[in-house]
């Protein structure tokens, strides 16, 4: 069964060249696939931005399809611009989901939030997609305004979870504890993991196994520079602590952003030898080949849900060291986590394990095993079950 469209509403930013839509990694066409199997259209709202110059887009990916709508949204980036235009935006949102089968509300974010009570209001069927914690993001945000913040956005997306009818959850466990819904859900995340080939297993061990006390070890993080809770302060302190206890190490840092602030880091703690800034790359083929030359993956981030990165580095058989943050305890074994922002303890990790081949060797097979049960198309069936169970009594 089909409905005639969806609407897809998350605060995000999509850039356009010419005719074309570009975005990031998680909004990339193929995203859009798993709602055009149960909708003839999807309507994305969002925030599209022109982007002339090519260069600013080349690592970004195609994000329109021919069933794919796009309808452009003030972004609100500060309380000012909240004030000032949540009437005018509120006004439009309403407009256009009025024409819509059915909603697809992403939180956190205020447009999803305003888009929950706008469904209620017109009895429109509608789930939310939970994919992160306001209450992590805005108390780890730096600044004393966003831990002012942090208990309201908190209660706001409690509300709205609770109170939904449906809910599709990215973590297993951690967002369902603190979100609860009293409606019907399931657990699937956005991750696009494709069909698993045992080859990256195979290459991941050679190189594992080809590493000595001469060789240089390979760390990499992904995480943008734009925000300072991804862990880059924390694997920088972590490594300037057991530095001499390591063989030869670079850190590759992959992530959009501004990373001035991470170089001045970097000088201060002594490491700024090993920590290369490698800038964003395109998600699918690029982040794949950086994933498969590292003999380390970290994520010691501070904020997350359950992280598409940390499934990629396993999904290319990454030993990862990881927080106790969000769904990453969902992921790795216990003697890969560290408390959230212990970087002590993360110091001590990484010297056992950039010491021991065979503790990598054992902890790659383990995550590219893990990593299955995140492939799509065990996730897909039950994500299209559970889509086609809201739709059903919809009535054009």
């Not at 930013?13 to 909708?39: F, I, T």
């Not at 859900?185 to 001469?214: F, R």
């Not at 530095?243 to 030869?248: F, Q, R």
């Amino acid at each position: 069964m089909k409905v005639n469209s969806i609407a897809f509403i998350y605060d995000h930013r999509y850039y356009v060249n010419k005719s074309d839509v570009y975005s990031s990694g998680p909004m990339a066409a193929e995203a859009w696939k798993r709602y055009l199997e149960v909708a003839d259209n999807l309507v994305v709202m969002g925030t599209l931005i022109e982007e002339p110059d090519t260069e600013q887009i080349k690592n970004l990916s195609k994000s329109d399809l021919p069933d794919v709508e796009f309808k452009s949204f003030e972004y609100i980036s500060s309380l000012k611009a909240f004030l000032k235009n949540l009437f005018f935006i509120n006004k439009k949102l309403e407009k256009e989901l009025r024409k819509v089968s059915a909603i697809a509300a992403r939180v956190p974010g205020e447009m999803p939030y305003n888009a929950i009570r706008i469904s209620k209001k017109h009895k429109k069927p509608y789930w939310v997609e939970v994919v992160g914690c306001p209450w992590d993001a805005y108390w780890n945000h730096g600044s004393v305004l966003g831990r002012f913040i942090a208990p309201f956005a908190y209660l706001r997306q409690k509300w709205a979870v609770r109170n939904a009818d449906y809910a599709v959850y990215v973590t297993e466990k951690f967002l369902q504890k603190r979100y609860p819904t009293k409606g019907k859900s399931i657990h699937a995340t956005n991750a696009i993991i494709p069909d698993m080939n045992e080859t990256a297993l195979l290459n991941k061990q050679d190189l594992l196994s080809k590493a000595d006390n001469k060789s240089t070890c390979i760390i990499g993080l992904i995480g943008s520079f734009n925000v300072r809770y991804k862990g880059h302060e924390e694997i920088i302190k972590a490594l300037s602590k057991v530095k001499k206890d390591l063989p030869p190490f670079e850190i590759r840092m992959v992530g959009p952003g501004n990373a001035d602030w991470v170089k001045k880091l970097a000088i201060e703690y002594n490491v700024s030898e090993q920590v290369k800034i490698i800038g964003k790359l395109k998600s699918g083929a690029e982040i794949l080949n950086f994933l498969d030359q590292l003999h380390l993956y970290v994520h010691p981030s501070r904020q997350e849900g359950l992280p598409r990165s940390v499934i990629e580095a396993m999904s290319r058989a990454c030993p990862v060291l990881g927080a106790t943050t969000g769904g990453i305890p969902e992921l790795l074994s216990s003697k890969a986590l560290h408390q959230t922002g212990d970087y002590n303890t993360l110091s001590h990790q990484l010297k056992s394990f950039l010491n021991s081949p065979e503790l990598l060797r054992d902890q790659s097979i383990r995550n590219f095993k893990r990593a299955k049960d995140y492939q799509y198309f065990k996730l897909n069936d039950r994500r299209k079950a559970f889509f086609q169970s809201i739709i059903a009594n919809v009535k054009e």
